[in-house]
């Protein structure tokens, strides 16, 4: 018997609400129970973001510094950023050069005495406001003089997931989470029918069984070593 030869699953929205219903206890019925549905995944996702890093998520993005401007904009769906540099001489294939940023908190920014100081950034302090979240960095840009060259700040970012949408839209992640999904909002779903009162352990067990592979495999698999940093006397 021969196999498909496919490897192209995929399920939209609306099958994703109509399996995760038969799993709580009754079948999709109405519209109202595909917008309860769509309410209910994208909680769900949000719950996702919450739990770390989701590996497909990571994106990278850039910013130009500007001379004598400390803060600039991320775009607005970012949860995070992961990592952040800054690049030199960008394009050069002599001279490009990929420079650590150091992350500190708000508490060390409010520390520095001088923050109009100029000169190659060092430091990085992340704003995660509720929709306009900022990087602020330290010392501010001196670019474009005689000294210095161009800076591009350059960056690793987490990125929402994107929303449920409608009944013709695909979910925002790889298949390896699709049985996860599912799980998560039967269980979602099951809290909040009569059918599915009785099912809600079991529902809530293999919904953590399913999340837990999931995100096992969703990680680096290169090799890491830690190299502890030693400080002298000060």
């Known amino acids: 018997m021969a196999v498909s030869g496919t ?4 399920m939209e929205f609306t099958e994703i609400a109509e399996e995760a219903f038969e799993r709580a206890g ?7 129970d595909l917008r309860t549905a769509r309410r209910s995944m994208n909680l769900l ?26 803060t600039y904009d991320l775009p607005a769906n970012t949860i995070d950023l992961i990592e952040q540099f800054i690049r030199t ?16 908190s708000v508490d060390n920014y409010s520390s520095i005495p001088n923050k109009l100081t ?13 929709d306009n979240p900022q990087i602020t960095v330290w010392p501010v840009p001196n670019q474009g003089t005689a000294l210095e060259p161009f800076y591009v700040l350059r ?8 929303d449920a949408g409608t009944g013709v839209n695909t979910a925002d992640m790889p298949f390896r989470f699709f049985p996860a999904l599912v799980a998560g909002l039967a ?23 399913q ?22 006397p000060r």
């Open 7 to 10: 490897t192209t699953f995929n």
């Open 26 to 32: 009754r079948e999709l019925h109405s519209g109202y």
């Open 211 to 232: 999340y837990t592979l999931a995100a096992g495999e969703d990680r680096e698999k290169a090799s890491e070593m830690l190299i502890p940093r030693l400080y002298g």
């Open 89 to 104: 001489s960008e394009g050069n294939a002599v001279t490009q050069t990929d420079l650590n940023l150091t992350r500190i």
């Open 118 to 130: 100029q000169g190659r950034p060092i430091q990085a302090w992340v704003d995660r406001k509720t």
């Open 45 to 70: 996702t949000i719950e996702w973001a919450n739990r770390g890093v989701n590996m497909w998520t990571i994106e990278e993005g850039f910013v130009n510094l500007v001379q004598g401007t400390a």
């Open 187 to 209: 269980y979602y779903l099951a809290t909040k029918i009569p059918e599915g009162m009785a099912r809600l352990e079991m529902l809530k067990a293999q919904y953590d069984e």
């Open 155 to 162: 960056f690793y970012r987490l990125k929402r997931i994107d």
